[in-house]
């Protein structure tokens, strides 16, 4: 299974953005697919997951800012990302597993390479 990630970018205190990140190669229409992030000088944290049938889990702190969705036809998941600030700065990785939403990363057996989130003040 191969993930590509894109959407990143730099943006100002209070904007949005709109990460992809699509699956190819043996892909399952049943795998979870799952955001992570890792900030400067931090260890990865779980962000959002999300499995085929559309039931989602979120970490506490980002619930109402961030939205996870997915294109099961495309094989495809999203992040919205509003409201951002500073401490949302990370790389944002995609992540793919079988069963149910995990959120240690040491689960996931499948890793796209991460896009880069900035948010300036």
């Known amino acids: 299974v191969q993930l590509q990630a894109s959407g990143g970018g730099s943006v100002q205190a209070g904007g949005s953005l709109r990460l992809s990140c699509a699956a190819s190669g043996r892909t399952l229409g049943w795998m979870v697919m799952t955001w992570f992030r890792q900030a400067p000088g931090k260890e990865r944290e779980f962000v959002a997951g999300i499995t085929s049938g559309g039931n989602t889990d979120y970490v506490d702190s980002l619930k109402g800012r961030f939205t996870i969705s997915r294109d099961n036809a495309k094989n495809t998941v999203f992040l919205q990302l509003d409201s951002l600030n500073p401490e949302d700065t990370a790389v944002y990785s995609c992540?793919?597993?079988?069963?149910?939403?995990?959120?240690?990363?040491?689960?996931?057996?499948?890793w796209g390479q991460g896009t880069l989130v900035t948010v300036s003040s």
């Open positions: 992540a793919v597993r079988s069963g149910r939403i995990a959120r240690s990363p040491r689960l996931y057996e499948y």
